[in-house]
């Protein structure tokens, strides 16, 4: 079992920056790869960004690629998610969740995630 808990949401201006954590407990933290999924007002859920579980390896679906990094401290079992040059249709509820599978085509799809965290709120004003 493993428990998430992400903290750093909140409400900035465009063009600003955050930084959410997604704190583990439980089972340990460097057998899972580790994804951010985000779910906006009426769309689906739909995912981030991904890390494997050595941090070696990254994934980001494009609208972020260049805006976003994603990165994991396995001595502190935290995963993060540096946004930066944040944009009004970033604004979402996050979620973080741990993977156990080892193959990287499982890890931009939710199904694939045995644990997820309760979320937090981004939001980005014009």
């Known amino acids: 079992q493993v428990q998430l808990v992400e903290s750093g949401g909140g409400l900035v201006q465009a063009g600003g920056s955050l930084r959410l954590s997604c704190a583990a407990s439980g089972s340990s933290f460097s057998n899972y790869a580790m994804g951010w999924f985000r779910q906006a007002p009426g769309k689906e859920r739909e995912f981030v960004a991904a890390?494997?579980?050595?941090?070696?390896?990254?994934y980001y679906v494009d609208p972020v690629k260049g805006r976003f990094t994603i990165s994991r401290d396995n001595a502190k079992n935290t995963v993060y998610l540096q946004m930066n040059s944040l944009k009004p249709e970033d604004t979402a509820i996050y979620y973080c969740?741990?993977?156990?599978?080892?193959?990287?085509?499982?890890?931009?799809?939710?199904?694939?995630?045995?644990?997820w965290g309760q979320g937090t709120q981004v939001t980005v004003s014009s």
């Open positions: 890390i494997n579980w050595s941090g070696g390896m990254t």
């Open positions: 969740a741990a993977n156990r599978q080892r193959y990287s085509s499982t890890y931009r799809n939710e199904r694939y995630y045995d644990y």
